[in-house]
């Protein structure tokens, strides 16, 4: 019963916050596996991303800022957006704007859940601790993959330099939004609270507004109002 009780808790979060940001796509809902699979993707990644954490932490030392930047925050987000890019990216599924977001999340929410399994398994973590993991560490992943996936579903129906420009901030702005997180986790241990709730609040409060921003967008949205007209 222990060891159910663990490994609800530890999946939870990660598939109630992927439900949610699947039923958020207004106008036309990708195909349930193709979710799953990208979130299948986010779960192999977990073992790349710990040997190549492991052999980064060997090279560059423990540095806090740098283990931050380059070794959490580095390596998690540029696999996951190399996963997006070459395997969704040019998917004859991803054919609006939300689709970015909603996929990018997959991806993130699939490796945060592993996280969060492999932490629950072996810290035995109680009910406050993995509640805190659910709002903080888990939804905080999901949040990067909203800002990658919402950038890259700009990317997706742009040409040329804008595309480069957007694919650019895809990759840049999740990595200095999680090596942010990161460095208020390891620098201020005591008082990490008091930052990383309002980081949260903003993530959230800019998250939100991009996936109105990435619907509103949609092309689906204008057929859907046509047949709203004709009918």
């Given at each position: 019963?222990?060891?159910f009780s663990v490994i609800a808790s530890a999946l939870a979060p990660g598939l109630a916050l992927l439900t949610y940001f699947y039923l958020k796509d207004r106008y036309d809902q990708e195909p349930l596996h193709m979710v799953i699979k990208v979130f299948m993707l986010g779960v192999l990644i977990v073992f790349p991303v710990m040997i190549l954490q492991r052999g980064m932490m060997l090279w560059l030392g423990d540095n806090p800022v740098v283990n931050s930047l380059f070794v959490s925050a580095g390596v998690e987000e540029f696999l996951k957006w190399f996963v997006m890019y070459h395997i969704i990216f040019n998917h004859t599924e991803f054919d609006?704007?939300?689709d970015g977001i909603l996929y990018?999340?997959?991806i993130s929410l699939g490796f945060a859940t592993v996280e969060n399994l492999i932490y629950s398994w072996y810290s035995q973590a109680a009910f406050g601790p993995m509640l805190l993991r659910?709002?903080?560490p888990v939804s905080g992943h999901a949040m990067f993959g909203v800002i990658m996936g919402y950038?890259?579903?700009h990317a997706r129906f742009t040409e040329g330099k804008r595309r480069r420009f957007f694919l650019a901030l895809s990759l840049m702005l999740p990595w200095m939004w999680h090596g942010l997180y990161d460095v208020i986790l390891n620098l201020f241990?005591?008082?990490w609270l008091w930052f990383i709730v309002p980081l949260m609040v903003l993530?959230?409060?800019g998250g939100m507004g991009k996936i109105t921003r990435a619907n509103n967008r949609s092309p689906f949205r204008l057929i859907q109002r046509e047949e709203e007209v004709n009918t």
């Open positions: 019963m222990l060891v609006e704007p939300y990018a999340v997959a659910a709002l903080l950038y890259m579903g241990t005591h008082t993530l959230w409060y």
